[in-house]
């Protein structure tokens, strides 16, 4: 099982960009999907986390900004950024728990990031 990131860039703020992590290999279910980010010279940290049920928590810095959304038939996750600052210039990282067998123990995956740089 690994995870594919993709849809990094240049954008200028106030711009928006979509990020997507899909899931290559066979899997049984996706408990908990997200995505963290990690700033030059910064401890990496959480962006948004969604459980499989749909509930989510998102960094104070991001929330009403940055929408996360899954496609279940694709195990594929996706972060919508809209109004991007500046400061959201980081490296971003796909996470999922995953369950390989139904019933099985899940393990964590992290994709390879995608850089996103905010600036004019």
């Known amino acids: 099982v690994q995870l594919q990131a993709s849809g990094g860039g240049l954008v200028q703020p106030g711009g928006s960009l979509s990020l997507s992590c899909a899931v290559s290999?066979?899997?049984?279910?996706?408990?908990?999907m997200g995505w963290y980010r990690q700033a030059p010279g910064k401890q990496r940290e959480l962006v948004v986390i969604?459980?499989?049920?749909?509930?989510?928590n998102y960094a104070e810095s991001v929330k009403g900004r940055f929408t996360i959304s899954r496609d279940n038939a694709k195990n594929t996750e996706y972060l919508q950024m809209n109004s991007l600052k500046p400061e959201d210039t980081a490296v971003y990282y796909c996470?999922?728990?995953?369950?390989?067998?139904?019933?099985?123990?899940?393990?964590?995956?992290w994709g390879q990031g995608t850089l996103v740089t905010v600036s004019s």
């Open positions: 969604m459980a499989s049920g749909g509930s989510t």
């Open positions: 290999g066979r899997i049984s279910s996706i408990d908990i």
């Open positions: 996470y999922m728990n995953i369950r390989a067998t139904t019933g099985g123990p899940a393990f964590s995956y």
